[in-house]
């Protein structure tokens, strides 16, 4: 077995403004990090592009249309204050959504124990007919989706612990009583959603506010005390990360005080209870990190656990 990581180069046509955090810079700092020869061993593969039917099993027809008559023919245009599209933007969302699809398959076909999925724009933030958060796609729930429809699992979990919430994955599976959805988040931030009385149809939301200022030692007691003993009584047959770098410490858009070293137990921690009921199956998507040093030292770590997994 091994770990796959799954991108593609039209990622890096998705153009923002300049001095917007959610930059193509962010997927050249992270092909760097992992081009030691720690992380050769990776099974290299690029992304398809996404299927209209897995992302009709989240969104509206209307809203892919609306996305897709959204993209410029030059230029960037804004579809809010946070969020924009330029001439490539629609190919590099379809990467991303075809490369959290691609993902689920090859890990729930044995081809590979886990795998890592590195593309932009991220998806966590986008809702049902809404794009935002710099997100067009729920790249996250789409997958999840696409485990339990096209792959008939009964149980997927999500664990999202980018620094925001992933209101758009809640959204998008909060009717969902297959799916799990975790998210741990500073509070107050935005987009200000994520209060522990948000929790599903079907008690399938799990929200674990994180206080502003907390640290890795914060994070790693509420993941003992609830998200990993959640986890077990759901027993996932897989689990999906939507992994967000940026509640590390050098991040500029948030004020948590994860390390490095956080995130590496994280993900060994999930690995953990993946390895108990999913036989070791984990399908990670980038999502948020805005500090290029840290999103790439903190991923790079994220990866490396995966590695020791798939061994």
Partial sequence: MSTALISHPDCDTHVTPPGHPEQVARLIHLRQALSVSEFQALRRVEAPLGDEADILRCHPPEYLERIRMAIPPAGIYPLDADTHVSPGSLNAALRGVGAACHAVDMVLEGTVQNAFAATRPPGHHAERAT???FCLFGNVAIAAKHALEVHGLSRVAVVDFDVHHGNGTQDLLWDEPRALFVSSHQTPLWPGTGAETERGAHDNVLN?????????TAMRA?????VLPRLADFAPELILVSAGFDAHRADPLAQLNWSGDDFIWITRALCDIARTHAGGRVVSVLEGGYDLDALAAAAAGHVAVLMDEGA
């Fill in 208 to 216: 674990v506010p994180l206080a502003a200022g907390s640290d890795g």
């Fill in 222 to 226: 509420a993941y003992q005390q609830q």
């Fill in 131 to 133: 794009p935002m958060g």
